[in-house]
């Protein structure tokens, strides 16, 4: 970087903290934008240095998708709020098949909060950023007193563009239609709580964080009818499932047996009382699409780094209850309600 | 609203509380984001339904801006939280002289803040986004604990299209040109301030929060050779003058006597020890064009009810140094400098 005559010292990214001069708007914001955010995210379009980003994206159709992090605690195995950050947001934008394109991100900061934590964050933002190809081009800082955040909180943005011909909602799911999951499920929540917690697993368990534009874009390609992508998050593949189910006036048929879940994972669920079902997964996806795709949409899936473990859950069913059913390992039969309550709060 | 089977008893919105099942993405969540958020905010994109918005945007340029509320208090004379982020992004996008398409919103709520007031937000940013004509059409909501947030954060961010021929950009101000005000500098802060530490002003000050797009549009259409424009939030009329000289390369002379304040918050900011130049607003911006055009784009600005009290103030001159100078009323010349410290934290 080179030496702008308006920063005659330079941020003490080593000792320094935020203070909420960072927030007014003046000399120390534009220092901080400068010296943390710009100095890690540079693109051209960040670059522009206005209150908005310029661009112009291919014609047709876009998304836009929006998502608040508040994930605690902002470091966690395989991940942080960071990365965390641009992989929600990617991953929604992707799950309406689109292509994303661009983020933004708006920062909340507190009061106090250590710059060297912040630079943390905004490096694995950017290597996050960068290594999906879909850059953070404008953003916004916003500084909270001392007791009135939590160190930092980060909503990002992003638009994508759809391919044509795709179209892909929750409320396309037919009877008879397949459902499959990408991966194991679970990982993230109780990464995040192991890390809270101060639990000592013995095996660790990371994080599944993941942007995946990339399986989707072949997923779409090989598959284009899909009709149903969502990412179970918050309130886990129980909660995804009865919304999509909702969603479209369906019920919905799974086999636990089919359902993957890291025998790790499912150790730690059993010692903290929780169900994998409902814990939630911040690099995995559910695919609803024709029955006779479902063969080939799993072959794709399971081609894929990020959907290797891919399995083949269950199917679509008539149902004005718009129940979602499981056949339980032990061959019987329960209903996979809504997650009620909180089960993990601040889980990204 | 119809009866949702989910959702067998109605939220309590008058005695009712966030807590953090809100935002624990399972049936509370739902019901928050239908009984409040979908409820008021309601149009076709957002019952969509999905964790994107999907819409074909006119082909061209497109930009994308977002900005995060964090005003204390959330109510001040003149709007609340609710209206401010909607004007706010608004606003950003049209600095790009961009008609505003679409709006995403993101909530950080705090565990015990009044469902009742959390109601008078979307309510007000309802109003706000159908005034304008800028619907929310996606949005998100998270929960933190009592004492890690604010009672409410409001990010929201924005895209619009921009006009075939209209190229704006702050880098874009050269010597000669003329600098306008599209009216009285200082209400907003002043406006939050008197409400936050309870000043009771003889006359009353509210704020000047407004969505400046269709007084941009009627500039653009005018004017289409404009340069800059630039809405002088945190950091008053003095920071953003010094961020676009900066950006240009160019120094800038303005007349304090052709700065329009209103008597009452120049007696306000005399007796807070505050320079209304520094002062944030929230519906006014700065332009930037050739000495040529600017009386007939002041004459198009004073025919718009938001910039009846436009003023042009100065000009753009050539300087290495980048200085923006003020002849003051009593003759004399002063540097305007970059706003440092804080001046008034947390108004927007």
Same mark, same amino acid.
């Given at each position: 970087?080179?030496?702008?005559?308006?920063?005659?010292?330079?941020?003490?990214?080593?000792?320094?903290?935020?203070?909420?001069?960072?927030?007014?708007?003046?000399?120390?914001?534009?220092?901080?934008?400068?010296?943390?955010?710009?100095?890690?995210?540079?693109?051209?379009?960040?670059?522009?240095?206005?209150?908005?980003?310029?661009?112009?994206?291919?014609?047709?159709?876009?998304?836009?998708?929006?998502?608040?992090?508040?994930?605690?605690?902002?470091?966690?195995?395989?991940?942080?709020?960071?990365?965390?950050?641009?992989?929600?947001?990617?991953?929604?934008?992707?799950?309406?098949?689109?292509?994303?394109?661009?983020?933004?991100?708006?920062?909340?900061?507190?009061?106090?909060?250590?710059?060297?934590?912040?630079?943390?964050?905004?490096?694995?933002?950017?290597?996050?950023?960068?290594?999906?190809?879909?850059?953070?081009?404008?953003?916004?800082?916003?500084?909270?007193?001392?007791?009135? *955040?939590? $160190?930092?909180? /980060?909503?990002?943005?992003?638009?994508? !563009?759809? =391919? +044509?011909?795709?179209?892909?909602?929750?409320? %396309?799911?037919?009877?008879?239609?397949?459902?499959?999951?990408?991966?194991?499920?679970?990982?993230?929540?109780?990464?995040?709580?192991?890390?809270?917690?101060?639990?000592?697993?013995?095996?660790?368990?990371?994080?599944?964080?993941?942007?995946?534009?990339?399986?989707?874009?072949?997923?779409?390609?090989?598959?284009?009818?899909?009709?149903?992508?969502?990412?179970?998050?918050?309130?886990?593949?129980?909660?995804?499932?009865?919304?999509?189910?909702?969603?479209? *006036?369906? $019920?919905?048929? /799974?086999?636990?047996?089919?359902?993957? !879940?890291? =025998? +790790?994972?499912?150790?730690?669920?059993?010692? %903290?009382?929780?169900?994998?079902?409902?814990?939630?997964?911040?690099?995995?996806?559910?695919?609803?699409?024709?029955?006779?795709?479902?063969?080939?949409?799993?072959?794709?899936?399971?081609?894929?780094?990020?959907?290797?473990?891919?399995?083949?859950?269950?199917?679509?069913?008539?149902?004005?209850?718009?129940?979602?059913?499981?056949?339980?390992?032990?061959?019987?039969?329960?209903?996979?309600?809504?997650?009620?309550?909180?089960?993990?709060?601040?889980?990204?």
């Amino acid at each position: 970087m080179t030496t702008d005559r308006r920063f005659p010292v330079r941020l003490d990214l080593r000792h320094g903290t935020v203070d909420m001069s960072h927030g007014a708007g003046g000399r120390a914001m534009a220092q901080l934008i400068a010296e943390v955010f710009q100095a890690h995210l540079d693109n051209d379009l960040l670059r522009q240095g206005n209150d908005q980003a310029l661009f112009t994206p291919p014609p047709g159709r876009l998304v836009m998708s929006t998502d608040g992090h508040v994930v605690s605690p902002l470091f966690f195995p395989g991940g942080d709020i960071g990365c965390l950050s641009v992989h929600g947001t990617i991953n929604d934008v992707a799950m309406a098949g689109a292509r994303p394109l661009y983020l933004a991100a708006g920062f909340i900061l507190e009061e106090g909060f250590a710059l060297q934590d912040l630079v943390r964050i905004v490096v694995s933002m950017a290597a996050a950023a960068n290594a999906a190809g879909v850059p953070v081009v404008t953003g916004d800082t916003k500084v909270v007193e001392r007791g009135k *955040g939590d $160190g930092v909180f /980060i909503t990002t943005t992003g638009v994508g !563009v759809v =391919p +044509a011909g795709v179209t892909i909602s929750g409320d %396309l799911a037919r009877p008879g239609d397949a459902i499959l999951v990408s991966g194991s499920l679970g990982d993230h929540g109780v990464a995040v709580l192991s890390r809270r917690e101060n639990l000592g697993f013995e095996v660790k368990i990371a994080s599944d964080t993941a942007a995946l534009h990339g399986l989707v874009a072949a997923m779409v390609a090989a598959v284009p009818d899909l009709h149903c992508l969502r990412d179970p998050t918050r309130g886990g593949l129980a909660t995804t499932l009865n919304e999509l189910a909702h969603q479209s *006036g369906v $019920g919905m048929r /799974i086999r636990e047996s089919a359902i993957p !879940v890291h =025998p +790790a994972v499912a150790a730690a669920c059993e010692l %903290l009382g929780l169900d994998p079902l409902y814990v939630a997964n911040e690099g995995k996806l559910i695919a609803i699409c024709p029955a006779a795709r479902a063969a080939e949409l799993l072959a794709v899936m399971r081609a894929h780094p990020l959907g290797a473990a891919a399995s083949l859950i269950g199917e679509v069913v008539a149902d004005p209850h718009r129940f979602v059913q499981m056949e339980t390992a032990f061959g019987g039969s329960r209903i996979v309600d809504w997650l009620a309550g909180e089960q993990l709060p601040r889980i990204c």
